[in-house]
């Protein structure tokens, strides 16, 4: 594997596991958000820039990309060798993995802090303004053969463990 794409809401671990699946591999791993944000989580990039920034990467011979921004994911997906869903069931770890992180890193206001946990909370539940919007699976539909599926923060530190080059 040398294409990996790892895709799940926001507090789930993907840029841990990118950056340890990089640690074992030596492949350089990426987050959407550095696509998508031009001031990071304050002024979005042009989305027709941030595409042609993560197309040159799409385009290298090996990546590990990360992140939740699904139409900068997608973009990868019929390229990817493996793309690893981090698909929880359980919101409350979530919301404590995103006001864990607030705290302790720091790098977002309280105030987005929350935007984000309602944002969480509309997607989960596809209410408000993401009531109709596709879901990571409805994405990963054409692609469902290279899909593999994690649910739990067990099964991720499993995963990691068991990975191998």
Not at 115 to 140: A, C, E, I, M, Q
């Amino acid at each position: 594997m040398k294409k990996i794409l790892i895709i799940g809401d926001a507090g789930r671990g993907k840029t841990t596991l990118a950056y340890k699946l990089s640690e074992k591999t030596g492949i350089p791993h990426f987050s959407t958000d550095d696509f998508y944000w031009e001031t990071k989580f304050s002024k979005p990039r042009d989305r027709a820039e941030a595409i042609h920034q993560i197309e040159k990467i799409y385009q290298e011979d090996a990546w590990i990309i990360e992140g939740t921004t699904q139409w900068l994911l997608k973009q990868g997906s019929p390229d990817a060798d493996t793309i690893i869903h981090l698909d929880f069931k359980n919101i409350l770890h979530q919301w404590y993995t995103i006001l864990k992180r607030h705290f302790t890193r720091g790098d977002k206001s309280l105030w987005t802090t929350i935007l984000l946990l309602r944002h969480v909370f509309y997607k989960r539940y596809s209410l408000g303004y993401k009531k109709n919007s596709p879901t990571h699976n409805d994405v990963l539909k054409p692609f469902v053969n290279k899909v593999t599926s994690i649910s739990s923060f067990r099964e991720l530190n499993k995963y990691i463990d068991n990975f191998t080059v």
